[in-house]
């Protein structure tokens, strides 16, 4: 496809699992960014990478939150002993530059019982 | 500390009159400003974007405006059409330092066009 594709669409697992979520970026596209989007609110920006350097973490909110990119391409979010306050949506997108639109895709939700 | 306000959580319009939604921003190291369209289960579609070395930017029925100096911008659409009924998000971001290029949203406003 064309556009920025997450998966799973819908993830839920017991609070203390580790859970992966996947992106595949659009083709070509050097920029990724992790976003996290609670209800209600706009979403909020986790980590950069530009190829596949991590220039930017400062969003995790935890050591338990790990990203990478390790090819340049798809990239991996994980979460490690996974919380409540874990769920909701973790949304990738990515750009042709750093300094270009970015491009969302659909988002994985997460729930955490 | 919300660096990016949407203080109008809905608007309700006519079809075929204009939509206005506003944004404001308080950190004056934001440069980019982007605007961004949501529809429920989907991932935010980009619409359409201003550098502030502009005041105005325009595309179809889209213009967004940008005040620097009242850190204001503001999306306009016109006519508006059903279609057009969404949660439209205000994103902005700075090239700078450590965090550059990561987008900082708004709450979001839920546009309501009525036929």
């Known amino acids: 496809g064309a556009g920025v594709s997450q998966s799973p669409r819908y993830k839920v697992a017991k609070r203390g699992q580790d859970v992966a979520l996947r992106c595949d970026p659009i083709?070509?596209?050097?920029?990724l960014f992790w976003y996290q989007q609670a209800l209600g609110q706009g979403p909020e920006f986790l980590t950069y990478?530009?190829?596949?350097?991590?220039?930017?973490k400062s969003g995790l909110p935890s050591d338990r939150f790990f990203a990478e990119r390790p090819e340049g391409s798809v990239s991996t979010l994980k979460i490690q002993r996974t919380q409540q306050e874990d769920s909701a949506v973790y949304l990738c997108?990515?750009?042709?530059?750093?300094?270009?639109?970015?491009?969302f895709g659909d988002g994985t939700r997460l729930s955490i019982l | 500390d919300q660096q990016v306000k949407q203080n109008s959580p809905s608007l309700s319009v006519q079809e075929g009159r204009i939509s206005i939604l506003n944004c404001d921003y308080t950190?004056?190291?934001?440069?980019?400003f982007l605007w961004y369209k949501k529809y429920p289960a989907e991932g935010p579609t980009f619409l359409i974007s201003?550098?502030?070395?502009?005041d105005k930017n325009e595309d179809g029925r889209f213009t967004v405006f940008l005040n620097k100096s009242a850190k204001h911008l503001s999306l306009h659409i016109v006519p508006s059409q059903p279609g057009d009924s969404a949660v439209y998000f205000c994103?902005?971001?700075?090239?700078?330092?450590?965090?550059?290029?990561?987008?900082?949203f708004g709450k979001g406003t839920k546009l309501s066009v009525i036929p």
């Open positions: 997108a990515s750009s042709l530059g750093a300094d270009q639109p970015q491009h």
């Open positions: 990478f530009q190829n596949e350097a991590q220039l930017d």
């Open positions: 950190n004056s190291m934001f440069d980019y």
């Open positions: 201003i550098s502030s070395i502009k």
């Open positions: 994103a902005a971001s700075g090239h700078s330092g450590a965090g550059s290029y990561q987008l900082t």
């Open positions: 083709s070509g596209h050097v920029s």
